[in-house]
Nanobody
Framework: QVRLVESGGGLVQTGDSLRLSCAASGLTFSTYAMGWFRQAPGTEREFVGHISWSGRTGYADSVKGRFTISRDNARNTVYLQMNSLKPEDTAVYYC??????????????????WGQGTQVTVSS
């Protein structure tokens, strides 16, 4: 079965960097778009960014210029590099996979598979 496993979360200070990883198994990784989402306590899960099967990326305005998504198809892994972290970035971060037909990267409902999440806490 499909499995997505996030790692790399932790407690950091404002301005620090952190890299999250998401290892995928059970799917033809290179044909899937991968998304990153986050959910802070008391809020809805929100789109952070995505990377298409071809490597095109898109980001939420709140993280544009600070976060970068990349993928390594040989390792079936997608990464979220987070720089200049702020306290408002504190959340559980989830990766997700969707069949890539060229659009629909932002809605949660478009994604077929989800990881269990990893906590990122940014202290001020």
């Amino acid at each position: 079965q499909v499995r997505l496993v996030e790692s790399g979360g932790g407690l950091v200070q404002t301005g620090d960097s952190l890299r999250l990883s998401c290892a995928a198994s059970g799917l033809t990784f290179s044909t899937y778009a991968m998304g990153w989402f986050r959910q802070a306590p008391g809020t809805e899960r929100e789109f952070v960014g995505h990377i298409s099967w071809s490597g095109r990326t898109g980001y939420a305005d709140s993280v544009k210029g600070r976060f970068t998504i990349s993928r390594d198809n040989a390792r079936n892994t997608v990464y979220l590099q987070m720089n200049s972290l702020k306290p408002e970035d504190t959340a559980v971060y989830y990766c997700a996979a969707k069949v890539d037909y060229g659009l629909g990267y932002r809605p949660l409902g478009e994604y077929n598979y989800w990881g269990q999440g990893t906590q990122v806490t940014v202290s001020s």
